[in-house]
């Protein structure tokens, strides 16, 4: 006989997953007047996005340091909601600082878009001209691009697709594998070309954007307000608490099998996990109908998150970008004592983040902590001298799905063929990369496909950023012409 969980076992909706994408989505439904339940089965809310106190340092950490952009509109409508966006300290003065044997510091001029970083570029003493011009066809390209053309060019390697477009290769290393690397996850020459031109199309396309990061722990700026959210709207986060299967009643979703043979049944069913969490929560009939068929065709991105406690101050940089190399471990670096205000006048606690970590997979935490340093050293040299407090290593399985060829043609709706189960996370069909924006825009479409299936519909999802100046009046006339 089944176990009971607790007096109320039937709610209104049940969510799979308590990260951004799932308490995101609960707290839209909460906020409609539904009763939600949230599974979470690891003990600390926040998905891959969380925070927790530090035991040596006491500090509270992220799993891996992120970023955030200006023009997140859906990530910043939760954190308005939650009443945590004042909690964000935007990146002044300049765009990043990389670095390439020296420091290049890249800022935004006051042109229209796709110019605002042109003057910076031209500036950039590791390229030649040459090579600078060699990426004018790419960036027409971008401009031009449709959703249409993103699912053409996903058939195709972003490597591949710029040689053919006559972009050299000494631009192709220093500017496209960066930028596949740091914001894809993935290297140049398995990244799907319609991923990273729409990624590079959001980049040409807006006059002006900073990036933001916690003033807190990134799982502090949502999961205890959305969680609190929750709670007062009559619903609950259950946390240590597995879902095992997807109860199917009649033809439709009906609830939660959990792991400790407990029925939970729900009117709606949302599952905000990834796609290798997804497949196994399906009855096997159902895992081999489409979309879910492909699902093992998504494959993680894992990295390696690196944090130094110095025994004194470093920098008043707040994070720097290593360009792409074959001998890379890290590629971005935060010192978080010059972006968290509390942490201002102590000594540097510096994050790194080894990104698509199979290269220092089988390094030790010693190993992986003596590398960091090292090439923390390269752009702060006074960091070989100084000594280490502390460290700790997380190692990640999953950053986000790597944008393989072929993957933006499969990522699936919100809505599914199965009447009453819905999908939420970055890895739905957004139209954006896969990212915080794109998990939190996922899960108020999942929201909004409930809502219209419970007779109170509603429009939660920011529209897409509309793009500016000449990208966006080239994208414009396209579309006319079309």
């Not at 954006?432 to 299936?453: I, K, N, Q």
Request: overall charge positive; aromatic content about 8%; proline content about 7%.
């Amino acid at each position: 006989m089944a176990k009971v969980i607790a007096p109320r076992d039937e709610v209104d909706a049940v969510v799979i997953g308590g990260g951004i994408a799932g308490l995101a989505c609960a707290v839209a439904l909460t906020d409609a007047g539904l009763r939600v339940t949230v599974l979470e089965r690891e003990p600390i809310t926040g998905g891959r996005a969380r925070s927790w106190r530090d035991a040596a340092s006491g500090d509270v950490v992220d799993i891996g340091p992120h970023v955030l952009l200006s023009h997140y509109a859906n990530m910043l409508h939760l954190l308005e909601r939650l009443g945590t966006r004042g909690q964000v300290v935007w990146h002044a003065h300049k765009l990043i600082t990389l670095f390439d044997r020296h420091p290049i510091v890249m800022r935004l001029y006051r042109l229209p878009a796709p110019l605002p970083l042109v003057p910076s570029l031209l500036a950039t003493p590791s390229v030649s001209l040459r090579d600078k011009l060699s990426n004018a066809r790419v960036s027409w390209l971008a401009m031009r691009m449709s959703t249409d053309d993103v699912r053409r060019l996903d058939a195709v390697d972003a490597r591949t697709l710029l040689r053919a477009l006559g972009v050299t290769e000494r631009f192709i290393e220093w500017f496209w594998a960066s930028v596949a690397m740091t914001i894809e996850n993935v290297p140049l020459e398995r990244c799907s070309a319609g991923s990273l031109l729409r990624l590079y199309r959001h980049l040409i396309g807006h006059n002006a954007y900073r990036f933001g990061f916690p003033a807190i722990g990134l799982g502090e700026l949502f999961a205890p307000s959305a969680v609190a959210t929750i709670d007062a709207g009559g619903g609950r986060v259950l946390r240590e608490t597995e879902a095992r299967q997807v109860l199917i009643e009649n033809g439709r979703a009906a609830g939660v099998l959990l792991a400790n043979g407990a029925r939970l049944t729900a009117r709606f069913c949302i599952a905000a996990v990834p796609p290798q969490d997804l497949r196994p929560l399906l009855p096997e009939a159902l895992a081999a109908r489409e979309p879910f068929a492909r699902l093992p065709e998504f494959e993680p991105s894992p990295y390696i998150s690196t944090y130094l406690w110095f025994d004194r101050k470093l920098s008043s940089e707040q994070f720097w970008a290593r360009v792409w190399s074959p001998t890379n471990l890290n590629y971005d670096f935060y010192d978080l004592s010059n972006i968290r205000p509390a942490w201002a006048e102590r000594p540097s606690v510096i994050a790194a983040n080894i990104i698509y970590s199979h290269r220092a997979a089988a390094l030790s935490d010693d190993e992986i902590v003596r590398a960091t340093v090292a090439e923390a050293a390269e752009f702060l040299p006074w960091a070989a001298r100084a000594q280490i407090r502390h460290a700790r290593v997380h190692r990640i399985a999953l950053a986000k799905p790597c944008p393989l060829p072929g993957i933006e043609r499969l990522r699936p709706s919100a809505r599914t063929p199965l009447p009453g189960l819905y999908l939420a996370g970055d890895w739905l069909d957004t139209g954006l990369p896969m990212s915080m924006e794109s998990a939190v825009r996922g899960a108020y479409l999942a929201a909004e496909e409930v809502l219209r299936d419970a007779g109170r519909p509603r429009t939660l999802a920011r529209p897409l950023p509309a793009l500016d100046g000449i990208t966006g009046l080239v994208g414009r006339l396209r579309r006319r012409a079309a």
